[in-house]
């Protein structure tokens, strides 16, 4: 029985939807796909329909009506995922930013080591980024040092979107009581893992810019993350935040 599921989120991947699905399918280990898209105008959840044909006992689409934002696409995908019996579940990309080969090593960290919590981390040993312009790599590097001083978590890449959760931990979590939607999301989930006294452990990897498609970064996104942080650490003081 596989026990590891691979959730991605999808709005117009069509450019990189089959390539990122092919590749995991063709690692040494076994995990299932679950495709979350948002009713990508180009047809990427038509793209998943066809790879269903290849893959029809590993590779699953969930289809949304709206652009929802990231966070809620990746709690659909938690749930998901909880209703069946997965043990593994991860957050991953699907615009090769995050090197498939990694889930390997992202699921050993929990399945044979002692981690509830591996972040595919980029400041861990350095600043291990490709192609990003230095001012981008300064904010990135950046709003995870804040994130870090604000909330106290022993984390350098709080801001990480490549994880791998224990099944323990999203049942923990009330995830439908989680407050943000944009890349905020991954600041909060990795805050109540905190909390909770989760075991986190960051596994280096090389982040990669996106070479097709677009990027779906926005200045309301960052605005979420750093005013949405300071209040998020100052209910957690008093006893108001709800995990």
């Known amino acids: 029985m596989v026990d590891a599921l691979v959730i991605i989120p999808t709005y117009n991947e069509i450019e990189n939807v089959e390539r ?3 590749n995991v399918f063709s690692l040494q280990r076994d995990f299932h796909i679950l495709i979350v898209d948002d009713n990508s105008p180009d047809g990427t959840a038509s793209e998943v329909e066809k790879l269903q044909l290849l893959y029809p006992e ?3 689409l969930l289809s949304r009506e709206d652009k929802l934002g990231l966070g809620t ?41 002692t981690s509830h919590v591996a972040i595919g981390s980029r400041y861990v040993t350095g600043v291990n980024v490709v192609n990003w312009p230095m001012s981008r790599v300064l904010l990135s590097w950046g709003a995870s040092r804040y994130v870090r001083f604000i909330t106290g978590m022993d984390i350098h890449d ?10 323990e931990v999203l049942e923990k979590i009330n995830l439908d009581r989680i407050k943000f939607v944009g890349y905020a999301f991954q600041i909060e989930m990795k805050f109540k893992a905190h909390l909770l006294k989760f075991k986190i452990k960051e596994v280096p990897v090389i982040f990669t810019d ?11 996104i960052i605005s979420e993350a750093v005013f ?7 209910k957690s003081l008093f006893n108001r935040y709800e995990i």
């Open 20 to 22: 990122i699905v092919k």
């Open 58 to 60: 590993s590779l699953f």
């Open 228 to 234: 949405g942080v300071i209040k998020m650490k100052f």
């Open 210 to 220: 996106r070479t097709r498609g677009k990027s779906k970064m926005s200045k309301g």
């Open 158 to 167: 709080t801001t990480a979107g490549f994880i791998c959760y224990k099944r």
């Open 73 to 113: 696409a990746y709690i659909s995908g938690f749930k998901w995922g909880l209703e069946r019996s997965y043990e593994y579940m991860f957050e991953m990309d699907a615009d090769f930013s995050h090197n498939p080969n990694d889930l390997i090593r992202l699921y050993n960290a929990c399945a044979k080591g």
